[in-house]
């Protein structure tokens, strides 16, 4: 993966461009033409669009060559797609395969009314006038570009600006928000808050970015001492700003925190930590929500924002179910995520109830502590070896830039998606076939999700179900690490858990790796019933195949959802700064 800028050098015209640009052009004249069977030629039988933006101001899956040519018409009368070209200055036009179909893959670009966009083909190799894949997405809005580069601001209103103040005043001033209303308040300051404030910034939308935590960063610090990034450095970076190329391949929990916190500074984005969302309202007169915020001085403040976006981490709220005997355990009880390090236990008993990624982070941390450490296994759950399985999820950046990467990773609708991660899980349980087998032996409950999709589809749709093994499954293969099945349990004692055979499992310590409570739950505490019923789930899959609710705009007007991984948050938190810029500036409606 180049993270640099692709190398401007002019590559000698191939076959496979002018086939490329042959497509392109005659796509440019059916849509110009509104000629529905020019676009139905254009295609193969099964066939797949996603739309970001570019022709439905939403995120829009569509399958099959009439549905794509109606609805791509439909939008072609408001948004005047033209000029369609190759890419200029990324990836040119390669062969290769995709979900298991020969492809000639092809980076594009055209115009609308709206913005500069840019798009991805995929033409079948054994018949390359019909397309098997199409994204096409908004890269800017035209008119309201980032202020960036050549655009950079002249820095006159602060630089040498002589017995006036300076650019340290007037950022203080602006954090302040004594004399104005942030046009929209963003609740959480981990990678997701900050990588949408950021691109907010960068459009000049006036945003207020609040944590509960003293320091931005600090969802990360609070973290189990252990902590390092389960997939690489790379992959994880924010939108705007790479991390510095030195840095180690997985990154420790502490570095990330650090960065968070410079990338606030660097991104001058106004924040107030320590201050928490208590409750919100919208004012449908006034396009307005009164969010009240509350300080932990014990002061609360009143802000009036435009736009109010949760990032509040989809996994933020811990759930801790109540098991039976568990009031009568005389050891200490604790949640995964108040977990920080195994030091003080060591030579004690330690029980960790849950088979997700912390749950077995927690436990290996446990265990190297010198903890004799059990983990309690509820349901199947997918193994995947963070190398040299989940490498295979990075295939798609092997040799371009992340910018391209990124590009050719929001292609998939959701059928396609499913073949793809059905085609990867098979490898990766191949590469991992001794693991499992040892896990299995072990009375480990493994699954490969649903229709052997892995662990990708389980992020999709519950966030969990799944462990990247940095090395706990190893050592539950081994022993060294303790297996009970939580069906084996009768209820908890005094002691520990008391068996169904009568024996008792003795603890000092159990760890509830039990996963958190769905956002909509922490909706309903702080919007309301109302809003939470109107807006209904938050992540999981969508009757339309994407995902609920996230990043586009949802039937509570002025309210917005981010979350997910640094993947995801560089991806998408563009797309939501362009429609809150895009509403505010008239040019599309607020819901
Ligand atoms: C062991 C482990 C390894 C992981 N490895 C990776 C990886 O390699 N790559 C990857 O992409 N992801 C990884 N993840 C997933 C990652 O943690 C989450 O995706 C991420 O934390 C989500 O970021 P976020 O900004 O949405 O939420 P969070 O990081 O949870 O941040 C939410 C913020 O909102 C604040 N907040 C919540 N409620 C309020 C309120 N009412 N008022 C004010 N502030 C509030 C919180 O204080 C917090 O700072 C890993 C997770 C774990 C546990």
């Known amino acids: 993966m180049n993270l640099g800028q692709p190398a401007f050098v002019a590559a000698p015209l191939t076959p496979d461009h002018a086939l490329a640009t042959q497509w392109l052009s005659q796509f440019g004249a059916a849509l110009a033409q509104l000629d529905k069977p020019g676009i139905r030629a254009l295609f193969d039988a099964d066939c797949h669009w ?21 609805l791509i018409l439909i939008k072609q009368a408001c948004v005047k797609a033209r000029d369609f070209k190759l890419a200029e200055g990324r990836q040119g036009p390669r062969r290769l395969k995709r979900i298991g179909v020969d492809v000639l893959e092809i980076l594009f670009q055209f115009e609308t009314d709206i913005g500069h966009c840019y798009g991805v083909l995929r033409l079948l190799a054994s018949d390359p006038s019909k397309a098997f894949q199409l994204l096409t997405s908004l890269n800017e809005l035209t008119g309201f570009e980032e202020q960036t580069g050549k655009r950079r601001p002249t820095g006159a209103a602060y630089s040498r600006n002589f017995g006036g103040t300076n650019w340290q005043d007037q950022r203080l001033e602006s954090q302040a928000y004594n004399d104005r209303e942030p046009t929209v308040l963003i609740v959480g300051g981990g990678q997701s808050g900050l990588s949408v404030a950021a691109s907010l910034v960068l459009l000049g939308v006036d945003t207020l970015l609040i944590d509960k935590y003293p320091r931005i960063g600090d969802s990360w610090r609070k973290r189990y001492h252990s902590l390092a990034l389960h ?59 009164t969010a009240v915020l509350r300080n932990n001085d014990g002061t609360e403040r009143t802000v009036r924002p435009r736009h109010l976006i949760f990032a509040n981490g989809l996994v933020g709220k811990p759930s801790i179910p109540d098991l039976p005997g568990l009031k009568d355990f005389k050891g200490e009880v604790m949640h995964t995520s108040a977990f920080t390090s195994g030091a003080a236990w060591s ?42 399985s989940l490498h295979l999820t990075y295939a798609l950046y092997d040799g371009i830039t992340i910018d391209d990467g990124d590009l050719l990773s929001s292609i998939n609708t959701l059928p396609v998606a499913k073949r793809n991660f059905k085609q990867v899980s098979v490898r990766m349980v191949d590469l991992d076939r001794k693991l499992i087998d040892g896990l299995i032996a072990r009375g480990f409950k493994w699954d490969q999700g649903e229709d052997d ?77 109302e809003i939470a019923e109107k807006v209904g789930p938050v992540w999981g899959i969508a009757p339309d195949g994407e995902m609920n609710n996230m990043w586009r705009r949802t039937s509570q007007e002025g309210l917005w959802f981010v979350g997910g991984s640094f993947t995801n948050c560089r991806i998408y938190s563009r797309y939501v700064a362009m429609q809150i810029k895009a509403i505010e500036e008239g040019l599309i409606p607020r819901s």
């Open 50 to 70: 996603r739309d970001l933006f570019a022709f439905t101001w939403s995120i829009t899956p569509s399958e099959g060559v009439d549905n794509i040519a109606n």
């Open 231 to 289: 997939n690489i450095t790379d992959l994880n970076n924010l939108p705007h700003l790479p991390f510095p190329p030195h840095w180690p391949s997985y990154l420790p929990k502490d570095m990330l925190g650090n960065w968070l916190e410079v990338y606030a500074q660097t991104m001058e984005i106004n924040n107030w930590t320590n201050t928490e969302l208590g409750s919100a309202t919208y004012d449908e007169s006034e396009a307005r929500w």
């Open 347 to 388: 030579g004690k008993k330690a029980l960790v109830l849950g088979t997700g990624t912390s749950a077995h982070d927690v436990a290996q941390d446990l265990h190297s502590n010198g903890a004799d450490t059990t983990i309690i296994q509820r349901g199947s759950t997918t193994v995947v070896s963070i190398d040299p």
């Open 453 to 529: 999709t892995g662990y990708q589809l389980k992020i999709r749709t519950r966030y969990g179900g799944y462990y990247l093994n940095a090395g706990c499954s190893d050592l539950i293969v081994s022993g060294d690490i303790g297996l009970l099945q939580f069906d084996q349990i009768e209820r908890f004692a005094p002691e520990g858990a008391l068996m169904k055979d009568g024996s008792i499992k003795p603890a000092d310590l159990l760890i509830m790796g039990t996963g958190y409570v769905p956002q909509e739950v922490v909706v309903k505490e702080l919007l309301g019933t």
